[in-house]
C-alpha cells in the first residue's frame, strides 16, 4: 500500500481515502463519488475495526462480504480496495493508542466507552499507512466526522478531511450496514428517527427556536414509537456538539437508540434557511 501511494505522489496523483468497515452501500458510493472529484486515485480501505466495538457490541456479526464490496467500490471509482489483516492493523504496539478529542465526550462516547478512542487509532494508522492527500466520511456519523475533523487539526495530520451527506432511502432511512439486521417491522419502526427529526425542522422553520421545546418535541415523536428505545436525542451546536438554548443560526439534530437488537444512529443538520423562513 505504502509503495503504490509513494508511486502516486512520485507521479503527482493526488490520494484520496474513504475508510471504511466494508458491508459498502449507496452511501460508501456517494463517499467514494466524492473523493474522485477532487483526488485522481481513490483508495477504499475495509477494516472491521475490533478497537471500536465495545464487548457487548456487535463485531463478531458485523456483515462482512468482500466480494460485493469490491464490486461496488470499483463500480463507484475506486481504484484500490485496501483490506489490512488485524495482525496488520493491531501490531505488536498496538497499546499505543490516540486520546479523542473533547467533541468525542459526549453522546456516542458516553454510550460507547472507547469507541472513538478505536475510531481516532484506527484512523491515524490507515493515514500513516496509505498517506492521503484527502480522506471523506460520511456526515451520517456526524460526531465521528467532527472527532476525525479535530484530531486531526490536533495532530497537524498532514490530510483534507471531506464529508459527504447522508444517503436516505425513499421514506427517509439513513442507509447503515447495520440496517441489514432489520426485520421488515423494524425497517418500518425505524422511519419515526427521520421523521422525529423532520418534525422538529418544521418546527423550526414556523419560528420555534428554544432548544428546549425543539428537543422535547423530538423525544415525544421518537416516544411515539414503541420499537424505538432513544438512548439520546438533542438539538446541538454543529461544531462543539453541546446542546444548544436556541437554534439561531444552525444546529444538529443527533439521535441514537435501539430498534429491537440494532442500535441505529441519525442526524439531521438544521440550516440556516430552515430557521430564517
Ligand atoms: O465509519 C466507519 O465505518 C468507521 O468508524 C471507520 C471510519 C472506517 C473507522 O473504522
Redesign the pocket.
Known amino acids: 500500500m505504502r509503495t503504490w501511494s509513494r508511486l502516486c505522489r512520485e507521479d503527482k496523483l493526488r490520494l484520496g481515502l474513504v475508510?471504511?468497515?466494508g458491508a459498502l452501500h449507496e452511501g460508501h458510493a456517494a463517499l467514494i463519488r466524492r473523493a474522485k472529484t477532487t483526488c485522481d486515485r481513490v483508495v477504499v480501505?475495509v477494516?472491521v475495526?475490533p478497537l471500536?466495538f465495545g464487548p457487548n457490541e456487535d463485531y463478531q456479526r458485523y456483515p462482512r462480504d468482500l466480494m460485493r464490496d469490491s464490486v461496488l467500490a470499483q463500480q463507484a471509482g475506486a481504484d484500490v480496495l485496501f483490506v489490512p489483516t488485524p495482525e496488520e492493523m493491531l501490531p505488536a504496539a498496538a497499546d499505543v493508542r490516540v486520546t479523542p478529542p473533547e467533541v468525542a465526550r459526549r453522546w456516542e462516547g458516553e454510550f460507547r466507552p472507547g469507541h472513538f478512542e478505536g475510531?481516532c487509532t484506527?484512523?491515524t494508522r490507515l493515514f500513516n499507512v496509505v498517506q492521503p492527500d484527502r480522506a471523506v466520511?460520511?456526515r451520517k456519523?456526524y460526531q465521528?466526522l467532527r472527532v476525525i475533523e479535530d484530531m486531526v487539526a490536533g495532530l497537524l495530520l498532514p490530510v483534507v478531511i471531506e464529508s459527504a451527506a447522508t444517503v436516505r432511502e425513499p421514506e427517509g432511512l439513513a442507509l447503515s450496514s447495520r440496517n441489514s439486521y432489520l426485520s421488515e417491522e423494524e425497517r418500518s419502526a425505524a422511519l419515526v428517527i427521520i421523521r422525529a427529526m423532520r418534525a422538529v425542522e418544521a418546527a423550526l422553520r414556523s419560528g420555534e427556536r428554544s432548544g428546549r421545546v425543539l428537543t422535547q418535541m423530538l423525544t415525544d415523536h421518537l416516544r411515539c414509537e414503541p420499537m424505538m428505545k432513544t438512548q439520546y436525542a438533542a438539538i446541538t451546536d454543529p461544531i462543539t456538539l453541546e446542546p444548544l438554548e436556541a437554534v439561531e443560526r444552525e444546529g444538529v439534530v443527533l439521535v441514537a437508540g435501539h430498534i429491537g437488537t440494532t442500535r441505529l444512529i441519525d442526524n439531521l443538520h438544521l440550516t440556516d434557511t430552515a430557521a430564517a423562513q
Open positions: 475508510p471504511t468497515m480501505s477494516f475495526n471500536q475510531v484506527i484512523c466520511f460520511g456519523d465521528q
